[in-house]
């Protein structure tokens, strides 16, 4: 059964979900699941979990990531970004020295109103489904962390590169789209690549089809991260057969060692879970042995 980790590179217009279905036939594994949804219109790095691994997804989900965004002045549209309807143009006048002072006031921690298009929910319903028929809700500013943003470089007239490190429920679109308000012309998104998503790079990642070819070769699986390299951090610990069969009971079991979080291993080497060691005793935070 295949378990472990595999970075993809989202190719445009395949929604997260697609991704995951495409995984699922060729690692002929029904148990798969992503970290950190990418709108159609983006790309880049995309965590996928396979198997076992699934356990995993919750603590990739909350770490930051890291983008390369197009930014397009001079537009107002009602998804934030250039795959939705203009609501209003209007006049450029401002040039890169003013949009990178504009910049100054979204750095450190912010508060964004979350877009109409989104998959929040509010009383049971999405937003964008809401926003389909027309229908617009108050929504409360939520605190996101900025972590650095900076001009890469200027791609057209009204055109620029950004460079956006930010915490976990960030959108991007919205920052594109608050920076046009803050320059009095207006803003969207135009293009969209993730760099950097729970602690792995593009350098990680490979495509759908190279996914696609090594299966034909039946070497899939050679390309999956083993879960326990994701928990890399922190220290490994090997336990004897008695405490393995306490950690396969979900039995917590007492351990010598500094307080802490570990990748705890049986002694055949099967990694067993992720614990935590209090006064000597050590807990199950997760577990990641097959059963």
Avoid at 103 to 132: D, H, N, T, W
Avoid at 145 to 164: M, N, P, S
Avoid at 199 to 221: I, K, M, N, Y
Wanted: with cysteine; charged share 25%.
């Amino acid at each position: 059964m295949a378990n472990g980790i595999i970075v993809i590179d989202k190719p445009q217009d395949w929604t997260s979900h697609d991704v995951v279905g495409r995984c699922r036939r060729l690692f002929h594994e029904r148990r798969v699941g992503h970290a950190g949804t990418l709108d159609p219109m983006a790309t880049g790095v995309l965590p996928v979990f396979v198997g076992r691994a699934t356990r995993a997804v919750e603590f990739a989900s909350e770490s930051g990531k890291e983008y390369i965004a197009g930014l397009k002045l001079g537009i107002i549209t009602d998804t934030q970004d250039t795959t939705g309807t203009v609501l209003e143009q209007r006049p450029v006048q401002t040039g890169r020295e003013q949009l990178e002072e504009a910049l100054e006031v979204f750095r450190g921690e912010i508060l964004q109103i979350p877009p109409m298009y989104s998959a929040l929910k509010v009383k049971g319903q999405k937003l964008y489904e809401l926003a389909r028929k027309g229908v617009e809700v108050e929504r409360k500013p939520r605190p996101v962390t900025i972590h650095a943003l900076e001009v890469l470089e200027q791609t057209g007239a009204d055109t620029y590169l950004l460079r956006v490190a930010c915490s976990k429920g960030t959108y991007v679109r919205t920052l594109c789209h608050d920076l046009g308000q803050k320059l009095g012309c207006g803003g969207a998104m135009c293009s969209l690549r993730r760099t950097w998503a729970a602690g792995f790079g593009l350098e990680s990642a490979v495509s759908l089809e190279e996914l696609a070819q090594a299966a034909e070769r039946g070497e899939a699986e050679s390309l999956l991260r083993p879960v326990d390299s994701y928990f890399s951090t922190y220290p490994a610990l090997t336990v004897d057969a008695r405490r393995e069969k306490a950690a396969r009971n979900g039995a917590a079991f007492p351990q010598q060692g500094a307080d802490g979080t570990y990748r705890v291993y049986g002694p055949e080497g099967d990694f067993l879970l992720l614990g935590r060691l209090q006064d000597g005793c050590m807990t199950t935070i997760k577990s990641f042995f097959e059963v």
